[in-house]
């Protein structure tokens, strides 16, 4: 199998670096969603608490407990009132710092499914190229071009086959990566909502 795939060309092996692009940053994304966490009922719950008491040092106890994005998040908020600080300004820099993490790398992704195709088909343009060169020295030997035709389209197949799954993979982290966006605009709104209701 990888006799044949190495008869595509030399754009075969920029095909292979990607599709190893494609999956170290899969894998990282993944281990970073893991550690990022989820927003569990019992975290909400007590933030609701708190900001309806506006328990400020136990606020504070609880996001530093709770030890991912969500957390860090709501802290940022529950942090600048305690400073009477600007709460939306601040939860907003938080949640845009956190977002930025959670997309980090997704846009390589996103390429590589754009850029796999078109090196496949350079790769098969060149391959072409080739067999017409032996068309012209080599006029009697129709399976020769054959041949040439049909290493050259090896390229094309890879190309291919690496932007379905490059595909694959940014819209299981794209799935991902909206289920956190979404908690965090909970905690966000959650925050900002109860201390705006304070000044209410």
Known sequence: MLEILLKGGPVIYLLILTSIIVCAIGIERLKFYASAGNVNENFISN???ILR??????GVELCRREENIFGGVALAGIDAAA???????AVNVAYDEAAMQLRARLNYLSMIVTLAPLLGLLGTIFGMIDSFNIFSIQAGQPL???GGIGEALI???TGLCVAIFALIVHTFLAQKLDEKLTELDKISALVVG???????
């Not at 400073?83 to 300004?89: F, L, M, R, T, Y």
């Not at 109860?194 to 209410?200: H, I, L, R, V, W």
Request: hydrophobic content about 40%; glycine content about 6%.
């Open 144 to 146: 020769a071009i054959t």
């Open 83 to 89: 400073h009477g600080d600007n709460v939306e300004a």
């Open 155 to 157: 390229a094309t197949a």
């Open 53 to 58: 008491k506006k328990d400020i040092a136990y």
């Open 47 to 49: 933030l609701k608490e």
């Open 194 to 200: 109860g201390f705006q209701n304070e000044k209410a």
